[in-house]
């Protein structure tokens, strides 16, 4: 299913002149309020995707010192309570730390709250969703954790431990094994993808493994006249064989993303069997809830 990325009608402040050019408070007043627009309709969004979308508005130019300007207005409406902490989201900071409770009774409560059966044990089928940039971690789980999948974050190149770990997993599992992937159309993007695949195929022989990058395609580039940037090739190993400009997966609209994750996982559930294991689920949190009585 195709669907059109949301476009709200903002009125454009497009720098006409050098990079100095200091804008208006008026100019300011109207990248707030696109900026506010822009979530309102659709979050969380990571501040790059947030920028990609004001550029295809014609709100801001393709600049660096653009960018630069979209992240500290974030951060100043923030701090002024104009603009939600929830719809801004990063996953490149976080911390490690076991959970513990005050009490017996505390675990128990918070077991029955959080408690979900696995899902994919009653499916014929073992999917995962993988993803080049761990930015994108907090977008992409908002679909993910719907259906119990695994969101595998590689950061750029993958370490040989993270995915020999993979491979053991869908081993394991002993069903056919389906991964989605969202990454930059740019060589080291379509160089790590390859890696990825040759990797799991050589420390997973045996496995039934399919394939498939969801974003960024060529086709999704022309759909969503997508924002593009000069590919870099002096120095660049990968780039050899790769043709015309390079594609953040940034620049697709955040509603594209999530409905094409959303899509992938659901052409495996079978939904007689979703609404079983859900039955069981609900009368197993019953019984945990009665235990902490």
């Known amino acids: 299913m195709q669907l059109e990325p949301v476009r709200p009608q903002i009125t454009s402040v ?3 002149g050098p990079l100095t050019h200091r804008r208006t408070r008026a100019e300011m007043r109207i990248i707030r309020g696109a900026i506010f627009e822009t979530l309102k309709h659709r979050h969380p969004q990571t501040v ?3 920028f990609y979308q004001l550029v295809s508005q014609g709100v801001v130019p393709k600049t660096e010192e653009s960018y630069k300007t979209v992240v500290r207005l974030c951060g100043e409406m923030r701090e002024n309570d104009d603009l939600s902490w929830s719809w801004l989201t990063d996953s490149s900071r976080w911390m490690r730390k076991p959970r513990s409770y005050s009490s017996l009774a505390e675990a128990v409560e918070w077991t029955a709250k959080t408690y979900r059966r696995a899902l994919w044990d009653d499916q014929d089928a073992y999917v995962e969703v993988w993803s080049e940039k761990e930015a994108l971690a907090g977008v992409l789980y908002e679909e993910t954790q719907l259906y119990d999948v695994p969101l595998m974050i590689v950061k750029g190149f993958p370490s040989k431990d993270f995915v020999h770990g993979a491979a053991e997993a869908i081993t ?9 992937y969202v990454g930059d159309l740019d060589p080291s993007g379509l160089k790590i993808w390859k ?3 040759d990797s799991l195929r050589r ?3 045996e496995a039934d493994m399919y394939f498939e990058r969801l ?4 086709e999704q580039v022309r759909t969503y006249s997508l924002q593009t940037r000069p590919t870099k090739l002096e120095g660049n190993p990968h780039a050899k064989h790769f043709e015309g400009e390079s594609v953040e997966v940034d620049a697709l609209p955040v509603e594209v993303l999530q409905q094409l994750v959303r899509d992938a996982i659901e052409r495996h559930i ?3 069997q979703l609404e079983i294991t859900k039955a069981v689920e609900a009368s197993e949190r019953d019984a945990l809830e009665g235990w902490g009585v």
């Open 14 to 16: 497009m720098d006409h």
């Open 195 to 197: 890696v990825i695949q």
């Open 270 to 272: 079978d939904q007689r």
């Open 215 to 218: 974003a960024v395609t060529r």
């Open 203 to 205: 420390y997973a022989p």
């Open 172 to 180: 394991d599992r002993g069903k056919p094994f389906f991964l989605y």
């Open 48 to 50: 790059r995707q947030l």
